[in-house]
């Protein structure tokens, strides 16, 4: 008599994980896991947990070497692994990769002050706008001609800015938008005319070395123009905490000229401009939640 028979498959053997790779952040809530192929392999179980495996979100057995499991959370850290299977039996788990999902999306920051189409808005003057909870960090931007020319555009974490350095009776454009790791919102833009610049707002240079300020001032540098070097001064009612830093029109930190903490008084630093080129510059003090900030011109 005839007979057949089939011998047993190769075992499966070890799977790679390969993505998200293992640490991985900001990782999409739909993402899609991916892994080496097993020739021996017809299908492959995979697990997703945010427990360790104690529980599971998702489990599936499919044929390919990818899988987009559903139902994650924003900002929360997950655990995948895989494993291969054929007729005869299943090869043993993947190393565990974990990865942590986006933050929650930000919203379109609105804004507080100044009011749309405002006119005779005062210099200095306060930009204000409503906090959102999963922003990290604000973007700022003041042009005038209509987003044509940058007065600044740089980052903030406050939701307040000042500034003192715009032309009396002019049109200018605010903008705002919220950022966090996952990502930016929209603009939120108002457009405002000045009124006529307050005088007796920055505060007097006093030369006495042991004169305590009554509040925080940031000088226009000397001399300005300047090449290849300027003195900035700057005064500080307390202790704490102090930045200052050099920006390009493009929001670009060029220097940082103060980090740390500096005692209450006042204080000049110079900014040696060697290495740049030509140009208007923002220079930006942050002493605790106040934030101050002027333009300074190198000229070479």
């Not at 005319?193 to 307050?198: I, L, P, Q």
């Not at 300047?226 to 220097?255: C, H, W």
């Not at 900014?271 to 190198?298: C, I, P, Q």
Request: proline share 6%; no cysteine; glycine share 6%.
């Amino acid at each position: 008599n005839l007979w057949s028979f089939t011998t047993a498959a190769q075992p499966v053997g070890k799977l790679t994980a390969l993505a998200p790779s293992d640490g991985a952040t900001n990782v999409a809530t739909s993402p899609t896991l991916h892994w080496g192929r097993d020739a021996n392999a017809t299908s492959y179980e995979v697990h997703v947990s945010a427990t360790n495996f104690a529980t599971l979100l998702d489990e599936a057995t499919v044929t390919d070497t990818s899988y987009a499991p559903t139902g994650l959370s924003t900002q929360t850290s997950y655990q995948w692994r895989v494993r291969g299977r054929n007729i005869d039996g299943i090869g043993p788990w993947s190393d565990t990769l974990s990865f942590t999902t986006v933050p929650p999306s930000v919203s379109t920051p609105s804004m507080l002050s100044p009011a749309q189409n405002a006119q005779d808005v005062p210099i200095p003057t306060d930009f204000a706008w409503e906090a959102d909870a999963n922003a990290t960090a604000y973007e700022i931007e003041l042009f005038t001609d209509a987003l044509l020319t940058t007065v600044f555009s740089f980052d903030v974490t406050d939701t307040t800015y000042t500034y003192d350095e715009m032309e009396a009776q002019r049109d200018y454009l605010f903008r705002v938008r919220a950022k966090n790791a996952g990502g930016t919102s929209n603009w939120a833009n108002v457009e405002f005319r000045t009124g006529e610049k307050e005088v007796g707002t920055s505060t007097e240079w006093v030369s006495d070395a042991d004169a305590i300020p009554t509040t925080h001032g940031l000088e226009q540098n000397y001399p300005n123009p300047f090449n290849p070097t300027t003195v900035i001064r700057y005064a500080l009612p307390q202790a704490g905490k102090v930045q200052l830093e050099v920006y390009d029109m493009m929001g670009r930190k060029v220097s940082t000229l103060v980090r740390g903490t500096k005692p209450a008084g006042y204080h000049e630093a110079v900014f040696d401009a060697s290495h740049l080129g030509s140009g208007a510059y923002m220079y930006r003090l942050m002493a605790g939640d106040v934030v101050l900030a002027r333009t300074l011109y190198l000229i070479k």
